[in-house]
T-cell receptor, first 115, second 110 residues
Framework: DAGVIQSPRHEVTEMGQEVTLRCKPI?????LFWYRQTMMRGLELLIY????????DSGMPEDRFSAKMPNASFSTLKIQPSEPRDSAVYFC?????????????FGEGSWLTVV | GESVGLHLPTLSVQEGDNSIINCAYS??????FIWYKQESGKGPQFIID?????DKRQGQRVTVLLNKTVKHLSLQIAATQPGDSAVYFC?????????FGAGTTVTVRA
């Protein structure tokens, strides 16, 4: 079975450029999460969707970050304009439904470097 | 605020020995806990989980112990193998949010 699929796997971009990260959750999963991982802060939840609706975006660092989920099989995380401090690994994850006790499955991540 | 933290940042273990990774949590309302393994260049991979109504759960070569009295979680890996070298994260799931600890780097010595 296909897991959570993310693209691009690696991206290097210049400061000020727009970055779009993409995610396809596991088929049938109703909840989708975007996480960011850095050495300093570990794994942080950025935003969470349930049935394509953003439920909690309190982890989104600032207005430069936005996320959408136009349908059940696709989500994007956009950074505009990007800054060097945005360099991190961005993980997308999904789970069958919004209840405690459901394992959350992660993609392989998008490794972003902003120079 | 509520947090999930790990006792030790690194663990070096001889191949074939048992490993024990510890984790402390502070949210007494958390009812579900997960251990993840993250290998270099990959995403966190589910290892084993446990609900708060249990104190022990066993998988293949892994055992998770939960002590709700002291809010402590541990992962035991039996007969550690080179492929077990990775960063291990505990996570607590309260409602929909998964909060991660800092991670313990496990290195297996040949």
């Amino acid at each position: 079975d296909a897991g959570v699929i993310q693209s691009p796997r690696h991206e290097v971009t210049e400061m000020g450029q727009e970055v779009t990260l993409r995610c396809k959750p596991i088929s049938g999963h109703n909840s989708l999460f975007w996480y960011r991982q850095t050495m300093m802060r570990g794994l942080e939840l950025l935003i969470y969707f349930n049935n394509n609706v953003p439920i909690d975006d309190s982890g989104m660092p600032e207005d430069r970050f936005s996320a959408k989920m136009p349908n059940a099989s696709f989500s994007t995380l956009k950074i505009q304009p990007s800054e060097p401090r945005d360099s991190a690994v961005y993980f997308c994850a999904s789970t069958p439904r919004q209840t405690s006790g459901n394992t959350i499955y992660f993609g392989e991540g998008s490794w972003l470097t902003v120079v | 605020g509520e947090s999930v933290g790990l006792h030790l940042p690194t663990l070096s273990v001889q191949e074939g020995d048992n490993s024990i990774i510890n984790c402390a949590y502070s949210n007494s309302a958390s009812d579900y806990f997960i251990w993840y393994k993250q290998e270099s260049g990959k995403g966190p991979q589910f290892i084993i989980d446990i609900r708060s109504n249990m104190d022990k759960r066993q998988g293949q070569r892994v055992t998770v112990l939960l002590n709700k009295t002291v809010k402590h979680l541990s992962l035991q890996i039996a007969a550690t193998q080179p492929g077990d070298s990775a960063v291990y994260f505990c996570a607590e799931n309260s409602n929909y949010k998964l909060s991660f600890g800092a991670g313990t780097t496990v290195t297996v010595r040949a």
